[in-house]
């Protein structure tokens, strides 16, 4: 098992591809805080990228691109000085083709937003850094260069179901944005496991078999390694212990069954490694803050 797979699923990871921006002269185009994850790439020329809580920009030139994993406002600019306009409106003024600032269009880029389920900030988001920056000229960008140059041709062709085709390209290109994130060796949390030679297996076998009544022991022995060694190298690399990490994945699917199915509680705890509702219940609100039928209701 994959445990990047299983987050990126267990979340409904889904893209939508935005209109083009091309802008020239002297130009800014200031963002709102994105409800999910935001990214641009650069095809032609070049900007700058400045956020709310950053105090220096981020230089971006052609074939470069960002992911911003904050709900935070941002700004694209040809310089740091240029008075921002609006996005929306520029945005809406385009009609379905690129929307148009500045003076000129010697600068191109494409943009979009990833969306996932309300759990998303504690599995995932929370383990990125709010700006991933992947610079063009890092070789191992190339397959990201190749993802958003052919969002960009389904755009610019117009053909039946492109947009859908540029959509899942863009889901391609978060999952190679991650994996160049992890080859970086910056990564933290869960992910910085995934790389790691002794907490990956452990992962892989808990992602697995959630069902399994684990003991850190059993967990070490997927691992190959002691009982202590698996301890204290998974609380260093992922920030807890393994059977907390296993309750906190147990509690994800859970939440995701609740969510998708009819099954009953019992049922579901059953499925996902508790003995009974009650013991479910019990971890599921000291987690979430709601019991799984509370929870159910809610997101009915």
């Not at 995701?256 to 499925?271: H, P």
Request: with cysteine; aromatic share 6%; hydrophobic share 45%.
């Amino acid at each position: 098992m994959d445990p990047l797979d299983d987050v990126l699923a267990l979340l409904g990871t889904t893209s939508r591809v935005s209109a083009a921006l091309t802008a020239g002269g002297r130009w800014a185009v200031r963002f709102d805080p994105p409800a999910g994850v935001k990214f641009n790439a650069v095809r032609r020329g070049r900007c700058l990228l400045r956020t709310d809580t950053a105090p220096e920009p981020v230089p971006l030139d052609t074939g470069d691109c960002f992911l911003l994993t904050r709900p935070v406002g941002y700004t694209l600019a040809s310089d740091p000085d240029v008075p921002a306009e609006p996005a929306g409106p520029i945005f809406r003024a385009a009609a379905g083709g690129p929307a148009r600032v500045g003076a000129g269009d010697e600068v191109l880029l494409v943009g979009g937003a990833f969306s996932f389920t309300d759990r998303s900030r504690d599995l995932l988001l929370d383990s990125l850094p709010q700006v991933i920056h992947v610079p063009a000229t890092t070789p191992e960008a190339e397959t990201v260069r190749w993802a958003v140059g052919e969002i960009d041709a389904e755009l610019r062709q117009g053909r039946p179901g492109g947009r859908l085709v540029a959509d899942h390209l863009a889901l391609v290109m978060l999952i190679r944005i991650l994996r160049l994130h992890l080859d970086r060796g910056t990564p933290s949390g869960w992910l910085a496991g995934l790389t790691d030679p002794v907490v990956a297996p452990a992962l892989r076998a808990m992602h697995a078999h959630p069902e399994r009544p684990w003991t850190v022991a059993a967990v070490a022995r997927s691992a190959a390694v002691s009982r202590s060694t698996l301890a204290a190298r998974f609380k260093r690399v992922v920030g807890c212990g393994p059977l907390e990490y296993l309750t906190g994945w147990r509690i994800e699917l859970a939440a995701d069954r609740l969510r998708r199915s009819e099954d009953t509680v019992a049922t579901v705890a059953r499925a996902v490694g508790y003995g009974s509702e009650s013991a479910l219940s019990v971890a599921f609100k000291r987690v979430t803050g709601l019991s799984p039928r509370a929870y159910r209701n809610r997101t009915a």
